[in-house]
C-alpha cells in the first residue's frame, strides 16, 4: 500500500514561515512528479508547486516568490518551504505523487492556518 506521510502544518502569524514535508513509500524511480496542492472549504483543491523527476519546478502566481518546493531524492520525499505566510494561505495542503505509468496518489492533508 502506498504511503504519503505529511508533516509540518501549524498556525502561524502573518509574516512567519513553516515547511511542509511529504515522504513517499513509493521507490524514486516510478514518481514523476511532486505536487503539493490546497483546498478551503467549499473550493476546489489548486496546484501550488510543483517538482518534476527531471527538477523543473512550477508555482502558483499566488506564491511565487515567497514559496520553494524542493526534493530529496534519497527517501524519497518533497518539501514545501512557505515564507511571508498571509491569511489568505489558510487551507489544507495535500501532498501528491505522479508514477511514470499516471498512477495518482494523495497524502491525508495537513492543515495550515495564517491568523492576520
Known amino acids: 500500500q502506498v504511503q504519503l506521510a505529511e508533516s509540518g502544518g501549524g498556525l502561524v502569524q502573518a509574516g512567519e514561515s513553516l515547511r511542509l514535508s511529504c515522504e513517499s513509500s513509493?521507490?524514486?524511480?516510478?514518481?514523476?512528479?511532486f505536487c503539493w496542492y490546497r483546498q478551503v472549504p467549499g473550493n476546489e483543491r489548486e496546484l501550488v508547486a510543483r517538482v518534476t523527476s527531471t527538477g523543473s519546478k512550477f508555482y502558483a502566481e499566488s506564491v511565487k516568490g515567497r514559496f520553494s518546493i524542493s526534493r530529496d531524492t534519497v527517501k524519497p520525499a518533497v518539501y514545501l518551504q512557505m515564507n511571508n505566510l498571509r491569511p489568505e494561505d489558510t487551507a489544507v495542503y495535500y501532498c501528491?505523487?505522479?508514477?511514470?505509468?499516471?498512477?495518482?496518489?494523495w497524502g491525508q492533508g495537513t492543515q495550515v492556518t495564517v491568523s492576520s
Open positions: 513509493l521507490r524514486l524511480y516510478v514518481i514523476a512528479a
Open positions: 501528491r505523487v505522479i508514477t511514470v505509468s499516471r498512477d495518482i496518489y
